[in-house]
C-alpha cells in the first residue's frame, strides 16, 4: 500500500521560491511514475509536471506550458521522495498542490490525466501574494 505525504507549502511573495517535498510510504518507490498537481479554488485539479522512473523510464520529466522554465520537479529514490522546486512564483500559481503515484507506467504516458494516477497526497497549500 503507497501512501504519499506533501509539505512545504506556504505564504510567500511574488518572484520568491518554495520546494514542495512528497514523501512515500510502501511499494518501491523507485519503479513508478511521480505526478504533481494543483487545483485553485473554483477550477479543476490540472497537471504541472511528472518524472519518470529513472531506471526503465530514464528519469524523463514533464511540465506544463505555464510553469516550464520556473518549476522543477525531481526525485531522489533512497529517500522515497519527489521534489517540486517552484522558482518566480506568480499570483496564478496559487493553489493546493498534490502529488501522485501512477504504480503501473515507469515511463511517461498518459501523464497528464489525473485518472492516470492511483495515489494521492492530502495536498499542500501554496499561497502567492502579489
Known amino acids: 500500500q503507497v501512501q504519499l505525504a506533501e509539505s512545504g507549502g506556504g505564504l510567500v511573495q511574488a518572484g520568491d521560491s518554495l520546494r514542495l517535498s512528497c514523501a512515500a510510504s510502501g511499494r518501491t518507490f523507485s519503479a513508478y511514475v511521480m505526478g504533481w498537481f494543483r487545483q485553485a479554488p473554483g477550477k479543476e485539479r490540472e497537471f504541472v509536471a511528472a518524472i519518470a522512473a529513472i531506471t526503465w523510464g530514464g528519469g524523463r520529466t514533464d511540465y506544463a506550458d505555464s510553469v516550464k522554465g520556473r518549476f522543477t520537479i525531481s526525485r531522489d529514490n533512497a529517500k522515497k521522495t519527489a521534489y517540486l522546486q517552484m522558482n518566480s512564483l506568480k499570483p496564478e500559481d496559487t493553489a493546493v498542490y498534490y502529488c501522485?503515484?501512477?504504480?503501473?507506467?515507469?515511463?511517461?504516458?498518459?501523464?497528464?490525466?489525473?485518472?492516470?494516477?492511483?495515489?494521492w497526497g492530502q495536498g499542500t497549500q501554496v499561497t502567492v501574494s502579489s
Open positions: 501522485a503515484a501512477d504504480l503501473d507506467h515507469s515511463s511517461l504516458a498518459g501523464h497528464r490525466a489525473t485518472t492516470q494516477y492511483d495515489v
